[in-house]
């Protein structure tokens, strides 16, 4: 085995030189930076076990140095990348990595936490009336990113009772309700949303007040599940009871000849079946009914009982479709409001009406801000959500 020097500007043209000369099978022994360059020692011809020894680093020893043709060192790679076969498994699903791996995730999030809290420590103390209010926010059940937002324009010299009037008023301000719009105007109405949020019972309970306040014979309601088991049935039954034109179809479809055998009818309500925000036939029927001849106003019906990311995936959902607006269900099972109040002010979903209770037709009111934030702040004094530093630091992070 005879052991050959050579040396070049970089590694580079030192493997171009070993490779041209000694060609792929070639042992490289050692590499290293000298003076002006890189050194590279080499062998050619049968291996020698005690030159092998000399040159192979500690702890590498049982598997370097090696022909080119087999799992190669880091330069040698370059030589002969083509011709490199290996059996072992792949470094990423070695146990150890794995562990790694594991370790390496529980310190981010150990991190994210430490920086969350100090970001919201920072933020106490540079700008303490801002902090309360939004820890006040939080236990309204506000979401981080509208609380935060509310806050940032509050002026720190204010007093607190000041300062939080005007976070109220921000709040209010960029919240729209509409003036009880399907029961003063009727119309070709669609409720659409989640499964069991209340659609049904939402329909029936328009159904039954403007029966009373105009006749049962101006208004219809149209069934168009017709896949989950007695939809249709579930209607139908509170037609026959309060004497109002129940009618089914199979599918949005086939609503344009079944809004026409309803003419004169005042107010049509269309009972669409639950979806869930992730089906794409959610998006798909929206787009349907907004591409009727006759117009179809559609508004979506979110459940207050929900949580602030749930009501969000929702509003994601239906983004860009043409909605009347929304109304607020089960505002009686919720635990706060806030959540709900942040989805539909981060979405600009203008809110219709709000029911409290399952009886059908008087748990229903027509939407205003005044009784929304009476609400809101009434349930945040009795059931106030949880604002301990723990937390708002997570909260502050998001
Ligand atoms: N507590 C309370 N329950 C309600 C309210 N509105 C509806 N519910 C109840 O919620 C349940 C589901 O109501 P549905 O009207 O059938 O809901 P849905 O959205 O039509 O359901 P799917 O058609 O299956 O998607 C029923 O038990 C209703 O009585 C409300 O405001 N408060
Ligand atoms: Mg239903």
Redesign the pocket.
Known sequence: MKVKRYFAANMRSALEQVRQEQGPDVVILSNRKVDGGIEILTAIGEPDAELIERFTPRGTRERAPQPLTEAPPMAAAAVAPATVTTTEPLWTSQETVIQMQREIGAIKSLLEQQLSGFAWHEFSNRSPLQARLLRVLTQLGIAPALGRNLVSTVDEQREFPAAWRQVLATMQARLTCLDDPILRFGGHIA?C????????????KLAARYALARGSNKVALIST?DQ?LG?HQ?LRTFGRLVGITVLSVRGVDELPDTLAELRDRELVLI?????APSDPAFRRTLATLGGLPSRVQTYL?L?A?TDFHALERVVQAVDGLPLAGCCL?????AASLGPALSAVIAARLPVAYV????QVPD?LDAATTALLFEQMLSMGKTRPVPAESAFIEQAFAL
Do not use: I, M, N, Y
């Open positions: 409720l949303g989640a499964t069991g949020v209340g659609k049904t019972t939402l329909a029936s599940d989950r939809a579930q009972d669409l079946p639950g979806f019906t459940s009982s269900t089960k505002l009686d099972e029911t409290a209770g399952q748990d």
